[in-house]
């Protein structure tokens, strides 16, 4: 079996016209957050930022039909479903912060979010990892499926933690909380679909 | 890059081999234990007391579900432990066969190249040429979709094709058009005391 191959046909068939008007969204959502932020780097800005960037990495993956039959009437292994997916899952979260990196860079003043101890590496990470861990939530349904979109909120929270206690190299803390914790989820997430049993 | 190829590696042998296979959910049994198996150009129709449990049998069969208790084999390939190996070989037709237009039906044949790694215009050669022989067949118009199903379902080159609770006509039509092939059908028992697996063609072990 050809790994990659299959990989980018999956890749290709999520990447469809609603999930590409979900990617505009983002970036254009994503640019008005970075125009219309403070200059000096404001508190408040960043946490909308980040607010935002956390909601629409969530809500943008719990859109994935992970129950569409014919991912697992093919002869496909979890972890490539599952890797397949996660590059979805990242390309759609990283618009609103590439669209926030954007407005920041032609608002003028970016040292605040793009010198490298700023804020637009945290915002990248917590987006991801948000991203990776609400995977986990799209085969699950009901109380479950609730529950693992609050734990992707929460993980996305914990890469925010550093740069919002003020803590020294917080972008670097960020970026290794993510991909622990991104590693696990994305581990997790393939032996859930290995066991998976679609009976509807 | 594998070929599309209609010859049966396992003609002489097993293509499928269910073991008291059961499939419990929740402390209730979905799909009670039955044993089944089949060899290429055979066939077998799987009663089930409903539609949900003929749909988890089907599912079973195709190895797209692992049982609870007991084994499915397909070819020399436990469900269980490889699961893609297995469902390389099988051909799974689900309920309401292709709903999509005949633009969804490219992409689909373009997509399931890829994804089982066969050349995508003997695919789609294949697949056209499944579904042209099918719907000279008197099927009824409203089994196109359900035709054009059986032709995703075995243009990869498959030996063995699962239906699930395939309309009338379709299981002879599938005969008749692939002798040599493998075949399941699910349906929902009228006697709910019939046996879960009733072989058609063939012999039974």
Known sequence: MNGTRATLAIVRREMDSPWLARLCVGLIAGFGLGILSSPSGAFEDHLTAALAALWFAVGGTLRVDMRDGMYFAAPLYGRQLARAHALVALAGAFALPLGATLGWALRGAPGNELAPGGFAVTLFCAAALSAVVALSATPRCGGARAVYALLAVGAGAVTLIPYFTGLRDAPFAGLAAALLLGFFGLRAFGETLARYDPIG | ?205
């Open chain 2, 1 to 205: 890059m594998l070929r599309v190829e209609r010859s049966c590696p396992y003609a002489e042998s097993t293509v499928l081999r269910i073991v008291a296979a059961r499939f419990v959910r929740d402390g209730r049994d979905l799909v009670a234990p039955f044993s089944l198996e089949l060899g290429a150009g055979q066939r077998a129709r799987l009663e089930q007391p409903s539609a949900s449990c003929a749909m988890v049998a089907a599912r079973l069969a195709a190895a797209i579900v692992k049982p609870t208790f007991g084994a499915v084999t397909v070819g020399d390939f436990d469900s269980r432990l490889q699961p893609a190996q297995a469902k390389r070989l099988v051909g799974f037709v689900p309920q309401g066969g292709f709903g999509g237009s005949e633009r969804e039906f490219g992409r689909e044949i373009g997509f399931r190249a890829d994804v089982w790694n066969v050349e995508r215009a003997a695919m789609l050669r294949e697949a056209g040429e499944i579904l042209a022989a099918l719907r000279r067949t008197p099927l009824s118009p409203a089994t196109d979709a359900y035709a054009r199903g059986i032709a995703l379902a075995l243009a990869p080159g498959v030996h063995l094709a699962v239906l699930e609770l395939p309309p009338a006509g379709v299981l002879e039509a599938l005969a008749a058009l692939r002798p040599g092939l493998a075949t399941v059908a699910t349906a929902v028992a009228a006697d709910r005391t019939a046996p879960a697996a009733v072989l058609l063609a063939g012999s039974m072990p």
